[in-house]
């Protein structure tokens, strides 16, 4: 199985910071790549595909970047929504896996 | 906008069995149920994510996460636009909020509210 590996597994930040987030694969996944975000209580909410193509209706503040094995989150101006954990997902193969989070947390 | 409803959770013995069912709507924009794969996902309590299972469009191919091969089955019922998870010999560690989601294409594109799943004695 593919492992997908989140850093920094927490992160303190501040409405208007730039924060990025970084998800590694143990082996090549081409760009097939996603990002989810999770706030407590609610489902996962489909922010990025592809590596780097935004979900419709997703604010344009979130970017990805990122193919083979290392894929980036960007934040850019993070609101006081943004704050939840964030989750990234390979499709190359099955089973597909996710990485372990990334909690957003506020400074 | 899609929708899908999950249910069937509830409180099992260790061994025992549930049936999930996974009831879908709003497939209007797009290709409609028959045409997408459909996909089981869980979280235990405070912990991350766990792909399951998945499901081809025509039911003809499945797919299972180690952990629960030969206990779970996945099915679907077009006719009926859903999507199921029988459950057996449950174990402690099968404790989660099991989400019925659509696969989009390699991701996951709509979530349910997901049904909570607890095997305790």
């Known amino acids: 199985d593919i492992q997908m590996t989140q850093s920094p597994s927490s992160v303190s930040a501040s409405v208007g910071d730039r924060v990025t987030l970084t998800c590694r694969a143990s082996?090549?996944?081409?760009?097939?790549l996603a990002w989810y975000q999770q706030k407590p209580g609610e489902a996962p909410k489909l922010l990025i595909y592809?590596?780097?193509h935004l979900q419709n209706g997703v604010p344009s503040r979130f970017s990805g970047s990122g193919s083979g094995t290392e894929f980036t989150l960007t934040i850019s101006g993070l609101q006081p929504e943004d704050f939840a954990t964030y989750y990234c997902?390979?499709?190359?193969?099955?089973?597909?896996?996710f990485g372990q989070g990334t909690k957003v947390e506020i400074k | 906008d899609v929708q899908l409803v999950e249910s069937g959770g509830g409180l099992v013995q260790p061994g025992g069995s549930l049936r999930l069912s996974c009831a879908a709507s709003?497939?209007?924009?797009?290709?409609?149920?028959?045409?997408?794969?459909m996909i089981w996902v869980r979280q235990a309590p405070g912990k991350g994510l766990e792909w399951v299972a998945n499901?081809?469009?025509?039911?003809?191919?499945?797919n299972y996460v180690d952990s629960v091969k030969g206990r779970f089955t996945i099915s679907r019922d077009n006719a009926q636009k859903s999507s199921y998870l029988q459950m057996n010999s449950l174990r402690v560690e099968d404790t989660a909020v099991y989400y019925c989601?659509?696969?989009?294409?390699?991701?996951?594109?709509?979530w349910g509210q997901g049904t909570l799943v607890s095997v305790s004695s």
């Open positions: 709003g497939f209007t924009s797009g290709l409609p149920f028959n045409r997408y794969w």
């Open positions: 989601a659509r696969d989009g294409g390699f991701y996951i594109d709509s």
């Open positions: 082996q090549p996944i081409a760009s097939w």
């Open positions: 592809v590596a780097s």
């Open positions: 499901i081809k469009a025509d039911g003809s191919e499945k």
């Open positions: 997902q390979q499709g190359n193969s099955f089973p597909w896996t």
